[in-house]
């Protein structure tokens, strides 16, 4: 049973580009979250996401950044026109239900040059 | 808005020591509390959790105690190994999980 995928590991994207960061969520579940982690900081809150459905964006910042959990296919975290502020690194984690367990993937590590 | 405070932000402690790492929520309808470890370059795993209808959950060496009157939570490692190294983080959650800011356990052989 394959444990939460993220990929790529790391990304290396130049200042305006567009950087697509993607979530495989463990088999079964239905809910994501995604979060922001800069070096030697904590995990911020992104965005809580349901299969189709935001359900709370109230920590994404309001341009630039765009979330996605289509029916099919891995959760998508966009970031349009990157800039070097966003180098961090991006969780996700997937659970199945509201009073369920949220399990880690390892990350993206993503690098504005 | 949600706010969780977690202290210390550092602690060393000799191996075969207990280490406690507390935290407080601000989110009164937070009610699912878990811990994770993280290590240098990997995602946080999770180590133990406690609901909100249970006072305190044990586990090997690891225990959790939880008081929803004070909004305080703590975990409690008891024989500590240097593999116990990490950082660690608590979190609450009501609707989106919400993070403490860390707590770096160095345990020196």
């Known amino acids: 049973n394959a444990g939460v995928m993220q990929n790529p590991r790391h990304l290396v994207r130049r200042r305006g580009q567009e950087a697509r960061l993607r979530c495989s969520p463990m088999k079964g579940h239905s809910h994501v979250y995604w979060y922001r982690q800069l070096p030697e900081e904590g995990l911020k809150f992104m965005v809580y996401l349901q299969k189709e459905n935001i359900i709370d964006e109230s920590g994404m910042p309001k341009e630039r950044f765009s979330a996605e959990f289509p029916k099919e296919g891995p959760s998508i975290l966009r970031i349009q026109q990157v800039v070097r502020g966003d180098s961090a690194a991006y969780f996700c984690?997937?659970?199945?239900?509201?009073?369920?367990?949220?399990?880690f993937g390892q990350g993206t590590r993503l690098t504005v040059v | 808005g949600e706010n969780v405070e977690q202290h210390p932000s550092t602690l060393s402690v000799q191996e075969g020591d207990s280490a406690v790492i507390k935290c407080t929520y601000s989110d009164s309808a937070s009610n699912y509390f878990p811990w994770y470890k993280q290590e240098l370059g990997k995602g946080p795993q999770l180590i133990i959790d406690i609901r909100s209808n249970v006072g305190e959950k044990k586990d090997q060496r690891i225990a959790v105690t939880l008081n929803k009157t004070a909004k305080h939570f703590s975990l409690h490692i008891t024989e500590t190994q240097p593999e116990d190294s990490a950082v660690y983080f608590c979190?609450?959650?009501?609707?989106?999980?919400?993070f403490g800011q860390g707590t770096e356990l160095s345990v020196k052989p």
């Open positions: 979190a609450a959650r009501g609707g989106k999980l919400i």
């Open positions: 984690a997937s659970f199945g239900g509201t009073a369920a367990e949220a399990f």
